[in-house]
Each structure stands twice: as structure tokens, then as C-alpha cells.
């Protein structure tokens, strides 16, 4: 097998620094050129580069990564921080298996909940409907006996602002009906696919 000159040089070198440096650590280097450094002394440009310690007996006793670049350190920030990420993620989906699991021992008892939270929240919605039904007969009698004008009419302004409050109540409960199904089909959705039990049909 042959041998590579450049092989034999370092060889060689290796041998003359390892020979003159008595009981010294031994330092081997590479410069920001690339270009690979050996010397029992350590000078200040060596700084923040990769670097391997000999013994006088050429046993490597420490071994130092390199610095690293602003821009590298900002990546493995962002890697970190995305790690970080995805287990709490991961962790929180853990926990909200385990409550799932712990709830419900049925698909059926899962339709059974979402049944009984929609009717309470129909339950809220159909009494914000009667109180509003006076307001609106009220705000249609106030507009006839001031001819339309009834802009700065302070009974008109509170039950328009009652009228207003009123009506955000049912959005907000006409919403919540939406997000209720949509949050029991995706337990039901996941408890089967956690636990393999299908619905009764």
C-alpha cells in the first residue's frame, strides 16, 4: 500500500514537535484559511478555532469544537427553541389523551356530553330571544311616536343598548353551539382512535 507524501510530512512533523516538546502539551490547530497548525505553544489568532491537545506521548488528552458563528448560534437558538416547542406540544397532547381516556369510557358517553352542553347552551340562547323580543317591539314604538326621530331619545339609546348587548349574547352562543359540536367530534374522533372502541349502532 503506498503512502502519501503529504502523509509523510505530517508524519514527520509530528514527530520533530512531539521529540523537541519534552513534557509539553502538544496543540493542533486549524487557521480561519483551513490551513492545520501544530506547535507546543498556543498563539492568541488559535482562539476560538477547533483544537486538539497531545501528550509528549502523542495521546490526545483534550479535544475543543470550534466557536461558534454569530449566524450559528442563532440557528441552534432557533432549533432549541422549536424543540422546546414541539415537546411542550407533544406533552400537552399527553396529558389531554390521558384526561380523554380517564373521562370517557364510551364513544356513546362522549355524544352523551356534547348533547347535554348543546341544550343548555339552546337553553341560554332561546331566553336571550324573549328578552330581546320586547326590546325590539319597544324600539318599533319609540320609532312611530317620535315620527322616526328618535336619535337622541334617551329611552330609544338605552334600549338600542340593551337591544345591542342582547344580540352579542346570541352570537357568542350561536358560536358556541358550532365550537361545542366541533370540540366532541374531535374527542369522539380521537378517544376512538386511542382506544379502538367503535360507536354502538
Known sequence: MKTHPFSIICIGLLATVFSSAGHADIYKWRDAEGV???????PA????????????HG???????AALTDKQRQALAAKNAEEEKRLQAQQAQQRSDNALINTYTTPQEIDA???HNLALTQL???????????????????????GGKVSKNPNYV???????????QLTQNQQALVSTRQKYDQEKARYIELTGKMPAH
Open 158 to 168: 338605552s334600549n338600542e343598548a340593551e337591544i345591542a348587548s342582547l344580540q352579542a
Open 59 to 65: 495521546q490526545v488528552v483534550t479535544q475543543t469544537a
Open 36 to 42: 492545520l497548525h501544530y506547535g507546543n505553544t498556543l
Open 124 to 146: 341560554v340562547i332561546e331566553s336571550l330571544k324573549s328578552r330581546m323580543t320586547p326590546l325590539l317591539a319597544k324600539r318599533a314604538n319609540l320609532i312611530k311616536n317620535a
Open 113 to 115: 356530553a356534547r348533547d
Open 45 to 56: 489568532q488559535a482562539a476560538g478555532s477547533a483544537m486538539t491537545t497531545f501528550d509528549n
